[in-house]
């Protein structure tokens, strides 16, 4: 019931915090990522926020100068304004250079990203290391643009600053750690990423209120996608592949429509189980191996790195219509698929600070029934789900599978495995050692 | 043809038994268990009854009580009969506290058990870790039951005695074992598990009968299911662990519907191949994981326990209609339902016999032509199934690849496969390592 | 471009070389196979001709009687002739002993072997190890065969020689040798298998001009079908099992219907997983176990010999209706399924050539945008195939996935895999180790 109790309040507030995040326009540098990241700091004090300067080498990649906007729009002679920032940060190419032009619709044209499939969206688009400028229309606002001159007017810079990105301890009695990564470095998207960000933040504070003392680290990431996850990895990848036992990376965790494990690379990692089992008996449950990925699993289990990370979603990145388009703002943001997606980890946390490895502590079958675990009468019929599932969760406590393991072998939903296995330890029929 | 012959009278005597053993009452402690296992030892006198004293500790489990019971019936005031135990053993709650008592209709209704779904037959009942008095009746005897005045009477002892089970073990040449494990504690119930005891004893007759000096030691243990396996293994686990090849469960193997494998804790032993194989080319066979195990391969493939054993049944516990009723009667059992659980285990015996590292003696295809074992003519459509089957077996001669697996591979009837290694010996293309 | 020149030009030189082979009366010993060794000498000037004499004890067999053969009919009374070797030489028995009598039609009656099925074809029909005289003609033409006396007429020879066989080495600067096996031992069946004979023929010719200095040493040989596989393993034995990494027979790769690949025995050597690479995006693609062999991959694979050897076939053997019969002539052969069967080989030679373990030089993702690798502009549609595909081979270049592997794993067809890896070496991305 305490749990409950928390994981409610959880849920709450990921929706309340989403809301305020929504408006800020971020990009893979600058002002927007620092304020999300001070947001941030704000729920959880114990988030450090990193900076890596600009032409930093960080493994194969060099960090871009630091970009920031203050305004942007299209004018017509006329007086009429187009794609203006202060309507929908959309509408600025995110990474824009600056540009202060008067130029006829026809030269205008090649600056203009409409999606001609999808009329009445916006598409979200970078340019991030090719300098461009550029303004993103629905394909109808871009029809709705008369001939004649324009004003085309971005007010943002580029220049050598830094990159950051926040990094959140929770420090368990054990090194070994597990990882939560999530990107915050798209502008005002809601599933994409914000749902990444309030769900991680909010999972780091689920841990320190139910583990005051855990057994594992805990590791949340919030960085710019591929830039800010290779910055963060060359600074630290001896420790973590030393270290990191499972590693997630939340995307687009917001929507309540299905649930999305994109694959390590390999497919067999701790990771990838864990996150099998805690889907066990969920709805729309899809497996997506790593050809279909997208996000920083990318730079997690390329070669060399080799962590044992996986990618976690509800609906998975370019599966849904509103996609990297506007229609990606709070409507879509639901707080059961929030809460889908906070609990689906939970109950891997769960698993973890219970302990991977045990063993039952009786030889044969236990007597149940004098434990009150098991029906004393049998009739043809009396074998019920439950006492099935007992049963068969004992069968696999042999000290090799843990309860990922047993949650996939058996059927049951992990958070099913881990509350039984408490109960079995309060009879006394988890071995100790 | 002697192995033809033999299987026969082998089939004709199980029968036999089964109809004499079918009235006795057994439950899990008491005379019906001791006379099953006389008569058992009449059929082969290697077999020893042990006794293990009630109150002792077997693992996690405690002897119970012995039971023990003359008669049982309800007597309505009109002087009108139910529920008679003396026209059918499954009347009776089995281990049913005595009584002796008069109440009303709706005072005895919390003692009556009925299958409401199936309302024409009894349901077999039993309570005996919890001390309870009742009958067991089917729904439509319960309807014809009047209002008013019954007796209820169960002239049945519980007392400290003792718990038996029957072994026979035929030694072999190597200490390598091989056990068959069935039950003995249902009432009259004739394929649950009349059935297995009388195929468990015959396939010890066939083993002696065809191997006077046997390469395997058998075991053959007849249990009280659950206490008993659980007395059973505290006794030997040690020696069991050592020594146990493969072990087969025989439950239910007297209808001829259909064959069914529950695999063993992890499906990958050497008994879970050995069944496969035995299984191969026979119609209607279903393989259940350990998930859906109902019997003693509980015990035997406990966490720690491991060992390598399956269970076997024609159509499995809990899948038939009759399943724990009084339909479940010798109509039911069908001489070719027995002989076909047999010969599925004599085909295992033979390959066990005949050995299971075998090695082709020549490099490359061995000439089959010239010793008459190939077609001399090739033309199109020359190579018929058998010669295909024999070379098909020949590739996989290779020493790593037994019996089983070769007839798994291949698709042959592992009896078939047998048959063929010994014509291949005979032809001198076994090598003798 | 030079290399599509060249199998242009190779795929011109197999018809070519197809039709001038198809004529010959070949069997497993005599003149019709040294005269075709002789014409393969002429295409590749290493090829060397190996002889074994009759009577020679090879594995567990025994080089037979050399066969030659002048002349074969049936002539009626009449002066009606029927079965003329010198119209088609499937005419006669393969290795059927010399007759020249009188007899009536009864009495020639077992000695006509037709396809009662397909009855206007003629069947190829062998007997080499058990002595018979016999002609084959389709059933029409049987029937077309008036009553009265014949003459059976067959100017055959069946004397102590030899059983030769071609072998062509190009010798590479690695001891690790990649085998082609093909056989030239049928008379005039175009696809089964002068189809084999000249694709070999024809890759010989593409390593030699497109790799003048290569890596592995391939070793191409052209044997008696059986007997000569068994002939050339007894002698080569030893050194084959140290030396060769991988293995194809060839045999019927010369129609365009489809892609067969006959599995090895345990079918997961490293020629199965080439083979499976090189058939990835091509249509009709289909893989037989072991068990459904029929060439020589039965003595590459056989237990002890266990060389890591597939087969190969466009429409398998056994599985065309033309097989084994006088349909399968120059009609059944296209210079679209030789250059098929070709460029798969040719993809797998490149793919070793190329190197088997390669590494990506950087750690995380390669930053392919300023290597002009990636769009630099990311759009909702931006992840084209083509760098999808590029993705995709990157992220298994991790040093332990070889181009098979990774041509599986991404589904890209082995040319396109290996053709990426050239563009990923010329960027430097591919790591020197």
């Known amino acids: 019931v305490a749990t409950s109790a928390l994981l409610n309040k959880l849920s709450d507030a990921m929706l309340s915090n989403i809301k305020n995040l929504f408006p800020i326009c971020r990009s893979i ?9 001070r947001y941030l700091q704000d729920l959880n004090r114990e988030l450090v926020i990193h900076d890596v300067s600009s032409g930093t080498q960080v493994f194969d990649w060099t960090i871009p ?7 942007a729009f299209i004018e017509h002679e006329s007086g009429a304004k187009f794609a203006e920032f202060s309507i ?15 130029l006829d619709r026809a030269e205008l044209e090649p600056h203009i990203y409409t999606l ?9 688009v970078t ?10 229309l629905s394909q109808n606002q871009k ?24 990094e959140l301890i929770i420090p368990g009695k054990s090194k070994a750690k597990i990882l939560i990564s999530t990107y915050c470095c798209h502008p005002s998207l809601a599933n994409d990423n914000l749902s990444g960000v309030v769900v991680a933040s909010a999972l780091a504070s689920y841990i320190k209120e139910k ?6 680290t805990y590791c949340f990431v919030f960085v710019p996608e591929t830039i800010g996850a290779i910055a963060y ?13 499972a590693g997630f990376v939340l995307s687009c965790v917001g929507d309540d429509r299905s649930y999305s494990h994109v694959q390590s690379r390999l497919g067999n990692c701790l990771a990838d189980k864990a996150l099998t089992a805690a889907l066990v008996g969920r709805e729309n449950v899809k497996a997506y191996s790593f050809l279909e990925r997208g996000s920083d699993e990318r730079q997690y289990c390329a070669p060399g790195v080799d962590l044992p990370v996986c990618g976690f979603c509800r609906s998975k990145y370019t599966e849904y219509p509103e996609y990297h388009t506007d229609a990606d703002n709070l409507d879509l943001i639901s707080r059961d698929g929030l809460k889908g997606a906070l609990t689906a980890l939970t109950s891997i946390v769960d698993a973890f600070e219970f302990g991977l490895k045990n063993r039952i502590s009786v030889l044969g079958e236990p007597q149940l029934g004098r434990r009150n675990l098991y029906p004393t009468l049998s009739n043809k019929n009396s074998l019920l789900t439950d006492v099935r599932m007992r049963t068969n969760i004992i069968a696999y406590l042999d000290g090799k599978h843990d309860p990922f393991d047993i949650s996939i072998i058996t059927g049951t939903p992990l958070g099913s495995v881990v509350q039984e296995l408490v109960t079995l330890r309060e009879h006394g029929l988890i071995a100790a050692d």
């Open 29 to 37: 540098t600058g002002e927007g990522v620092r304020d999300t990241l």
């Open 65 to 71: 100068e630091e970009w920031n906007i203050e305004n």
């Open 88 to 102: 929908n940060n959309l509408h600025v190419l995110n990474y824009s250079s600056p540009i202060d032009t008067f």
């Open 116 to 124: 001609p499939d999808q009329p009445d969206r916006i598409p979200y």
């Open 127 to 136: 340019s991030y290391y090719s300098k461009r400028w550029g303004f993103c």
């Open 143 to 166: 029809n709705a643009m008369p001939a004649g001159r324009y004003r085309a007017f971005i007010d943002s810079t580029l220049k050598p600053g830094e990159l950051n990105y926040g």
């Open 211 to 216: 583990y005051p003392d855990p057994t594992y």
């Open 233 to 245: 990895l060359s600074k630290n990848i001896d420790h973590l592949k030393k270290h990191i036992s």
